[in-house]
């Protein structure tokens, strides 16, 4: 048994998203962004114990890399492999020499649609989470409430918070001791934790080069 902490996956507007993008209620998908990002840095939380989190040797990335691999997870989770990427990863305070604060990657997947996956540890607050444009409607997540709209829906406008969602699902490491229990549960694949890692180590060497790379 496998599985990787990617908690937006139990998410209700999340879950109802991927659910809608399979049934084609959002037609031909064009694009989609989206974004998690914290104000860690400002608070100073990795001033103490959780300090080896700034020191690249020992966690691997810096903020891009630690906290953008959860909208890079959902983007994929909704839309496939990532053929090539291309991104701008920096630091603004400089207050942890060596370690980058926050970035962006511009995704192509291999089904067509252009990605937008924005992450960090220097923002005041994370506004937009999500947005989704196709040629049949498009998806908003503003506030933490989902604005939702589509021509083949009844009732979905975009006007108002979309209520219909699914039940919230338990948290990855829940999921995974339930599996030790015997229950079927939805883990995150090894495959997919390792597609993931491969995309964003991609995006830090296109940050670095300045130019696109292809995914392996």
Not at 90 to 118: H, M, W
Request: with cysteine; aromatic share 10%.
């Amino acid at each position: 048994l496998y599985t990787c902490g990617y908690f937006m996956r139990t998410l209700p507007a999340h879950i109802f998203l991927k659910q809608e993008i399979a049934a084609g209620h959002l037609g031909q998908i064009s694009r989609a962004r989206a974004s998690f990002a914290q104000s860690v840095v400002l608070d100073g939380i990795f001033d103490k114990e959780a300090r080896w989190m700034v020191d690249p040797k020992q966690a691997g990335f810096g903020g891009f890399g630690d906290i953008g691999t959860h909208p890079l997870d959902l983007l994929m989770w909704f839309f496939g492999d990532v053929e090539s990427v291309t991104a701008e990863v920096r630091s603004i305070t400089y207050r942890y020499p060596g370690c980058d604060e926050c970035g962006e990657a511009l995704l192509r997947f291999k089904n067509g649609v252009i990605g937008t996956v924005a992450g960090g540890w220097i923002d005041l607050e994370d506004l937009v989470r999500l947005q989704i444009t196709g040629t049949e409607g498009h998806a908003l997540i503003y506030r933490g409430q989902l604005f939702y709209k589509s021509r083949k829906v009844e009732g979905a406008d975009g006007t108002r918070p979309w209520r219909a969602l699914p039940e919230l699902q338990s948290a990855p490491i829940i999921q995974f001791l339930d599996a030790l229990a015997g229950q079927k549960m939805p883990l995150v694949p090894p495959r997919e934790a390792a597609a993931r890692v491969a995309v964003m180590e991609a995006a830090y060497r296109a940050a670095r080069e300045r130019t696109w790379v292809k995914v392996a």
